[in-house]
């Protein structure tokens, strides 16, 4: 029986064995599933993050066994973007790596990895990051919900709130870390609805659900991210 044929990207690579590598790759119909690939010299440099390929996975059918990729071929490559874009694309890897587990279909996270890999440029960069990252958190069952606050009364646009253990608290002074619940009323909605205050607001709330997730664990190209935005500012 013929193996299908499934489009994938490669989150993380490392060498197993002669001339094998051990793969972690992210596919609409399986999720984050890890997979042995043969290799060769001609076929070795394929292999590589940010770059969309297609190929048979024959799925392993015990818990303890791998998964086996062949029939690799090469759909299209998203490293001509400039070095700003790469670090966010780099980081949306880093957090499917991380955060993501195996073996179960991905239909709508993978197609806003695949908007934001396509898509993403200078100018819309952290609007699409937000947006990824917020459907990360839906399909970790951490989605971020803003009918209520922390005690049961509905988010008022009116006033400003604080993140407390992945809930809201309303503040009464207008400190430099609150979010105001306009904002907040809009983390569902479409992007384009964003305002740049918005966007900056939003940011913080995001910023601090992925934290509670990753529980500790550091993100090299966060750090690098973090770092290159500082140099410009």
Known sequence: MKEQLYNFYILHQRKYKENSLLLSVFTRELGKVSV???TNKKTVNLYQPLVELRGQISVAKKADSLSKLYNVEFVASCYQKSYINLLSLQYANELLYMLLSHSHEEDILFSKYDFL???????NYKYLLRMFELELLESLGQGIYVDCDVDGVPIDSGFRYVVLNNDFKKCLNAELNTISGASLLKINQSISAWSETDLKEISKVVRAFVDYVLAGKQLKSRKLLIDYLSLKK
């Open 117 to 123: 890999l396509k898509n993403i440029d200078e100018n």
């Open 36 to 38: 042995i690939v043969r």
